[in-house]
Nanobody, 126 residues
C-alpha cells in the first residue's frame, strides 16, 4: 500500500504561482511513476502531468506546457507540481497518483494508476 497526501493548494490571483506537494508513505516511492490530475466541479478527472520513476522523463497536457513543472525527490518520497502563470481555468481539485505497472514508466491515463491522494483545491481568481 502507498498513502499519498497532497498539500499546497489555495486561493491565488490569475498570473500567480503555487507549488503542490504530494508526500508518499508505504512501499518504495522510487518504484512508482507519478502523475498529477485535476477535476473541476461537474467535469471528469483530467490529466495534468506525469513523471517517470527516475524523474528523467516528464509529459504534460498541452494546456499547462510552459507553465507547470512536475518534479520528484525520491530521497524525500515527494512529488511536486510547480504552477506558474495560473489562469482561472486552472481552478480544480488536484490529485496526485502513483502507478506501478511494469510496462509503463509514466502515463496520462488514470486507470494506469494504483493509488490516489485525497486532493487539494486550487482556486484561481480573475
Amino acid at each position: 500500500q502507498v498513502q499519498l497526501v497532497e498539500s499546497g493548494g489555495g486561493l491565488v490571483q490569475a498570473g500567480g504561482s503555487l507549488r503542490l506537494s504530494c508526500a508518499a508513505s508505504g512501499r518504495t516511492f522510487s518504484s512508482y511513476y507519478m502523475g498529477w490530475f485535476r477535476q473541476a466541479p461537474g467535469k471528469e478527472r483530467d490529466f495534468v502531468a506525469t513523471i517517470s520513476r527516475s524523474g528523467g522523463y516528464t509529459y504534460y497536457t498541452d494546456s499547462v506546457k510552459g507553465r507547470f513543472t512536475i518534479s520528484r525527490d525520491n530521497a524525500k518520497n515527494t512529488v511536486y507540481l510547480q504552477m506558474n502563470s495560473l489562469k482561472p481555468e486552472d481552478t480544480a481539485a488536484y490529485y496526485c497518483a502513483a502507478g506501478g505497472t511494469r510496462s509503463n514508466d509514466a502515463s496520462p491515463i488514470p486507470r494506469d494508476y494504483d493509488y490516489w491522494g485525497q486532493g487539494t483545491q486550487v482556486t484561481v481568481s480573475s
